[in-house]
């Protein structure tokens, strides 16, 4: 998997560096303003990140028999410019203020509007402003590539439909449970928003997109792929969550224990407050949903262990993986490439189950 990580990121990241290039030159025409968000959005979007998207995009090609070509590296590279438009959207949603080891946007325009009255105000509303020119530049790689209009619109279907309108939905059903008490809490519910937030946006998308680049595909090949994605992803949120509560922040480049400041009901808090003796009850229902001392994150990781909540969650989660793998060797392939693309995507799917950031 590595290796083929390793082959394919150069040029994926040399679409994008290409595309904010030209972006550049026109932004320069026009404004030094905009010239300024462009380097702070290319910074941004190639700063970090493990490619999962992008990659996924290319492998379902190669699965359905593609041969990867420019026009499916820039398709991959737009995948991966979307993938960083949501982020920001995160970001700003969940106040973080790191991302791969770096300010996130708005806190980046926060330092450059130092001094400026109502500082934050501007750079959020910079973030959201730049933020939305983000989106529009992975549209545009896609309207740039070589490829038939037909295969073009249904690339675009997917983002839109697939990748956005389904991500804002379990968006939406995380954030208004966040809002509930831990005792009112849903697993069904949560699990739903895992599915339409990681799932379907981290999996199912960029695959269905390397099928189409491919043409025709067998409907078998379509329903493994969709039941692989749908089980990794699982899988793979699950997993975040573990990081974002166990996580160290040197390796995941994230702040550890943001999910139980803003009151995240995510499976692990679920299952550790239903398992929990009242006195930890009443600890957890406190501390989720505000700012956590040291010893408070500590004494909820702590609970978290004690209630069997992580050990159910890393279970859950190898069961997923262990599902998937079979559900994608089960369908049959046509040549060494997809071959050798479903090995790598088993490789990734056991990666899920042991990564640390």
């Known amino acids: 998997m590595t290796d083929y990580f390793a082959t394919h990121a ?15 030159r026109a932004a320069r025409e026009l404004s030094p303003n905009l ?11 190639l700063r970090g990140g493990k490619q999962i998207r992008p ?3 290319l492998l379902g090609y ?4 593609g041969k990867i070509n420019k026009a499916a590296y820039q398709v991959a590279a737009a995948v991966e410019i979307f993938h960083k438009h949501i982020l920001n959207l995160d970001d700003m949603a969940d106040r973080d203020e790191m991302r791969y080891n770096g300010p996130t946007i708005w806190k ?12 934050q105000h501007h750079a959020r509303s910079f973030a959201e402003i ?14 740039r590539a070589q490829l038939p209009a037909e295969i073009k619109l249904a690339v675009m279907e997917v983002l839109i439909n697939r990748m956005y309108f389904e991500t804002v939905a379990g968006w939406q059903i995380h954030y208004h449970q966040n809002q509930e008490s831990l005792e009112a809490a849903n697993e069904e519910v949560f699990i739903k928003g895992l599915d339409l937030v990681t799932a379907r946006y ?13 043409g025709k595909t067998p409907s078998k090949l379509r329903k493994a792929v969709e039941s692989y994605a749908m089980k990794v992803g699982l899988a793979f949120q699950i997993t975040d969550d573990i990081l974002g509560v166990f996580g160290d922040p040197k390796e995941t480049g994230k702040s550890v224990g943001n999910d139980i400041r803003e009151g995240k009901k995510t499976l692990l808090l679920q299952r550790a407050y239903q398992a929990a003796q009242p006195a930890d009850q009443e600890f957890l229902a406190d501390v989720c949903g505000r700012e956590l001392r040291p010893q408070e994150l500590e004494r909820a990781q702590q609970i978290i262990r004690d209630t069997g909540s992580l050990e159910y969650s890393l279970q859950l989660a190898h069961q997923q993986i262990a599902v998937a793998s079979q559900d994608l060797q089960a369908v049959q392939l ?3 490439t997809a071959e050798e693309a479903r090995s790598v995507l088993r490789e990734l799917a056991e990666f899920i189950g042991q990564r640390k950031k």
């Open 202 to 214: 981290t999996f199912v998308g960029p695959l269905k997109i390397g099928l189409i680049l491919a």
């Open 55 to 57: 990659m996924l995009v």
């Open 130 to 143: 730049d933020g939305t020119l983000l989106g529009s530049f992975a549209f545009d790689l896609v309207r």
């Open 35 to 45: 010239e300024q968000s462009i380097d702070i959005l290319e910074d941004f979007t």
């Open 108 to 119: 980046k325009y926060e330092a450059v509007f130092e001094g400026w009255k109502d500082a």
């Open 62 to 65: 190669e699965l359905a028999g």
């Open 334 to 336: 046509s040549g060494k």
């Open 10 to 24: 150069p040029a994926i990241s040399q679409e994008i560096k290409d595309f904010f290039a030209e972006r550049r």
